[in-house]
Structure formats: structure tokens, C-alpha cells
Nanobody, 121 residues
């Protein structure tokens, strides 16, 4: 069965960095685009970044452009999100998702349980 397991969430100081990982199994990882999305307390799910199946193209929400970098290692069935210059407003549960139609949540057919990122001094 399809599984997506996120890790790497932690407490970070404002301006700090974290690297999230998402280990995929149960499907041909290299055939699918992948996304990262987040949900802050009391808010809806927000798309953060997406990457094509072969890693050839990456896309970012305007709010994270220039600070976050998505990447993938198809040999390890893993997608990553490097987050720099973190801001307190980015405290959220971060999910990776398999994207089958576009980058928004309506196009996800599987997602993980999420990993908590807290940005606070």
C-alpha cells in the first residue's frame, strides 16, 4: 500500500533552518510528482512546493520562494524540503503528498501524517 512518512520537524528559532524528509513506499516513486503542503493551527491546508517526477522542475508558493528548496532522490524514494530563514508564522504541520492533478490539495491522492514544525524563540 502507498505510504508517505514525513520526518525532520522540530523546534527552530526565527531565522533558522530545518530539512524535512518524506520517505515513500508502495508505488513507483519516480513516476509521480510530489508536493509539500502545510496547515497552521486554525487555518486551511496551504500548498508550499512541488517537484516533477524526474526532479526537472520545481515550483514554490510566493511566500517561500527564495527560502525553501524542494528536491528528491528517486533512488532513495525520498523527497526533501530545505527550509531556511524560517518565520514564526510558518509554524505548522507539514505534509508531503503525491500530486496527480496540479499542485493544490484537490490533486493529492495520498499524503502522510505530517511532521510538526514550530518556529519560536
Amino acid at each position: 500500500q502507498v505510504q508517505l512518512v514525513e520526518s525532520g520537524g522540530d523546534l527552530a528559532q526565527p531565522g533558522g533552518s530545518l530539512r524535512l524528509s518524506c520517505a515513500a513506499s508502495g508505488f513507483t516513486f519516480s513516476s509521480y510528482a510530489m508536493s509539500w503542503a502545510r496547515q497552521a493551527p486554525g487555518k486551511g491546508l496551504e500548498w508550499v512546493s512541488g517537484i516533477y517526477s524526474d526532479g526537472s522542475d520545481t515550483y514554490y508558493a510566493d511566500s517561500v520562494k527564495g527560502r525553501f528548496t524542494i528536491s528528491r532522490d528517486n533512488a532513495k524514494n525520498t523527497v526533501y524540503l530545505q527550509m531556511n530563514s524560517l518565520e514564526p508564522e510558518e509554524t505548522a504541520l507539514y505534509y508531503c503528498a503525491r500530486s496527480v492533478v496540479g499542485w493544490g490539495a484537490a490533486g493529492y491522492d495520498y499524503w502522510g501524517q505530517g511532521t510538526q514544525v514550530t518556529v519560536s524563540s
